[in-house]
């Protein structure tokens, strides 16, 4: 099967990643596709991390959970 928004390729060169996680069970499976498909490009193992989450998520178990991989992060306002 193929959902939109999961992990979804929307360009190769440069390779940009698209995933709707909103949740912490989400994000975990966020953290598990970049620690095994994007890490291993990177020459650090990071990557670069566009977040929008709303205050009324668990924002904070979000954050803890992709920070091992961000090289730098930039929040927008959903």
Request: net charge positive; glycine share 6%; proline share 8%.
């Amino acid at each position: 099967a193929k959902w939109k928004a999961r992990f979804e390729i929307l360009s190769s060169d440069p390779l940009i990643v698209y995933d709707g996680a909103h949740n912490p069970q989400g994000i975990a499976a966020a953290e598990t596709n970049i620690r095994q498909y994007l890490a291993p490009l990177t020459p650090d193992g990071k990557v670069c991390l566009l977040m929008g989450v709303l205050a009324d998520k668990d924002y904070r178990t979000m954050i803890a959970t992709l920070a091992p991989y961000a090289k730098s992060v930039v929040t927008i306002t959903p």
